[in-house]
């Protein structure tokens, strides 16, 4: 079967930096999105890899490693707004997207 | 505008009622897809619309219809629902289906069946 895995809970302090890390194992791969998700709000797009490396974006980087069914979101410079679920989600090679059930991520003062 | 809209955005209703829920995208796109979102849950996908076509639907149970009259609008009639069927109801949109491109999604409709 399909399966993304992510934790399901982080804590973090205001300023710090915080790795949310994703593995998965699909029937094939067309890349791999990170969404933001406010509690009550729609997820907004944050990231799209499909080559291995990292993709930077303000404070936010994404990792992708293809060969270990790994990516991670780097969020740096944390701050109260970041206080969000994060969404993987994968692309198989039906174009559909696998999603991971989220990482809520909780920023302490 | 915003570019994704979706109603209403609560609904409470009975097992036997009959409900709509709308959704309305002003981005051009020719994709539109239904998800479900139960807590600590992944998203589910229930039904894609590529260029008004159907061309998902993943085993949702017949009590959920859904519509595509045009790119722009997506409606999904509910009738003899299940309490189990209580949710978030995302809508979202994308350039074209099987593609790359990036999904926007709603804001969703918090559905209570009771």
């Known amino acids: 079967g399909q399966n993304i895995d992510q934790p399901t809970e982080m804590t973090a302090t205001e300023g710090a930096i915080v790795q949310i890390n994703c593995t998965y194992q699909t029937s094939g791969f067309n890349g791999l999105f990170w969404y933001q998700q406010h509690a009550g709000e729609a997820p907004t797009f944050l990231s799209y890899?499909?080559l291995d490396g990292l993709e930077e974006k303000g404070r936010f980087s994404s990792f992708l490693s293809r060969s270990k069914g790994y990516s991670y979101l780097l969020l740096k410079e944390l701050q109260m707004k970041d206080s969000a679920s994060y969404l993987c989600a994968v692309r198989d090679s039906n174009y559909q997207l696998i999603w991971g059930a989220g990482t809520k991520l909780i920023i302490k003062p | 505008e915003t570019g994704v809209t979706q109603t209403p955005r609560h609904l409470v209703m009975g097992m036997t009622n009959k409900k709509s829920l709308k959704c309305e995208q002003h981005?051009?796109?020719?994709?539109m897809y239904w998800y479900k979102q139960s807590a600590k849950k992944p998203l589910e996908l229930m039904f894609v619309?590529?260029?008004?076509?159907?061309?998902e639907n993943n085993s949702v149970p017949s009590r959920f219809s859904p519509e595509c009259p045009n790119s722009s609008h997506l409606f999904l009639h509910l009738h003899t629902l299940q309490p189990e069927d209580s949710a978030l109801y995302l809508c979202?949109?994308?350039?074209?289906?099987?593609?790359?491109?990036?999904?926007?999604f709603g804001p969703g409709t918090r559905l209570t069946v009771t």
């Open positions: 619309y590529n260029f008004k076509e159907q061309t």
């Open positions: 890899n499909v």
């Open positions: 979202a949109s994308s350039q074209e289906a099987g593609s790359s491109y990036e999904q926007y």
């Open positions: 981005l051009g796109h020719n994709a």
